[in-house]
């Protein structure tokens, strides 16, 4: 006879409870906001990710506005080419019509990009690179730590321990102002190297202890039938290591991100940096620190999505290919 479902085992119901409940978490906080004596600017938004910039064409010097195998120029004293101006702009002033110096002859409207989307534009790149130098590091650490050679051990033991007992707002500040000064760095190379060493010693554990993870035999197994310990590495031991590793790595990529918001003291213009800026000028704190959570919210979203794809696809595979 099958058991009969308890209600608080209903799926249906509990996403039902679960979304009641977020509603009133959001009536409180809108409740809290109203009794604020806070004007929101929400029409403000829009333009922080982009606007139309209005570009306009003066006339370099006295002349007459010309139009020559599809060139135009101001001819005065001298003929001089208008590079800029093309049919796009809207004419203050028609061919052959006298200008001054100074005048606007056209102008036009182009979209731009706002400085969230170019804060974003730098917070993605910042994390790439540094995901990747985090990878690289994370891997030869781990195996300098599992290498049989003493002084490895050593300096992946140190190494590890130092970066991993300090803050990672100390070691940018260190990075910034000692190293990158010393071999003349740019801020965002430095920022990039700040993520990276930080995260890779983080990396090296998680690897590390994946890799010990893997039954000791399945080596044996593999040096029995001719294998050498570099092809069990490649193609027996990472895949299982990476599988059971992934969930967490997933972890620290997300946290890669939202910390690389901290290279923002060292003036680099990512995400965080931007919104202080509209804060500063606009002093409408609510609203951009909301956005640029949402975007936050948005990348590590997509991180974890990709991760649990990847993680079913090895799942199924039973490893990685």
Not at 23 to 29: D, S, T
Not at 112 to 124: D, E, I, Q, R, S
Not at 145 to 173: M, W
Not at 237 to 249: E, G, N, S, V
Request: proline share 2%; net charge neutral; charged share 20%.
């Amino acid at each position: 006879m099958a058991r009969k479902e308890s209600w608080t085992q209903n799926k249906n119901l509990g996403h039902l409870i679960a979304l009641c409940f977020f509603v009133l978490v959001a009536y409180f906080f809108y409740a809290a906001a109203s009794n604020m004596n806070y004007v929101w600017k929400w029409n403000s938004v829009p333009k922080y990710f982009a606007y139309n910039e209005t570009i306009t064409i003066e006339a370099p010097i006295d002349g007459k506005l010309l139009f020559e195998n599809g060139k135009y120029y101001v001819d005065g004293d001298e003929k001089v080419e208008l590079k800029k101006l093309d049919s796009s702009f809207s004419f203050d002033y028609q061919v052959n019509e006298k200008v001054y110096e100074g005048d606007y002859i056209a102008s036009k409207e182009e979209l731009k990009a706002g400085p969230v989307l170019n804060g974003l534009w730098t917070t993605l790149k910042i994390s790439f690179f540094a995901a990747l130098l985090t990878f690289f590091v994370g891997i030869i650490v781990a195996f300098m730590k599992l290498s049989s050679y003493q002084f490895l051990k050593d300096i992946a033991t140190v190494y590890i321990t130092i970066v991993r007992g300090t803050p990672l707002l100390v070691q940018i500040f260190l990075f910034y102002f000692i190293v990158a000064n010393i071999f003349e760095l740019d801020r965002f190379v430095a920022g990039v190297l700040s993520l990276g060493i930080f995260f890779g010693a983080y990396m090296a554990e998680i690897l590390r202890g994946a890799i010990q993870s893997i039954d000791k035999g399945q080596l044996e197994a593999a040096s029995s039938l001719g294998i050498t310990k570099l092809q069990a590495m490649r193609y027996i031991i990472l895949p299982q290591a990476f599988k059971r590793a992934l969930p967490t790595l997933v972890g620290e990529m997300i946290a890669l991100v939202k910390d690389s918001s901290l290279v923002s003291v060292i003036s680099i213009t990512d995400l965080t940096k931007v919104g202080k800026e509209i804060v500063a000028n606009t002093f409408s704190p609510f609203e951009t620190w909301i956005v640029v959570a949402l975007l936050y919210l948005t990348i590590t979203s997509t991180l974890s999505l990709i991760g649990h794809k990847i993680e079913k696809r090895m799942a199924a595979k039973g490893g990685m290919s």
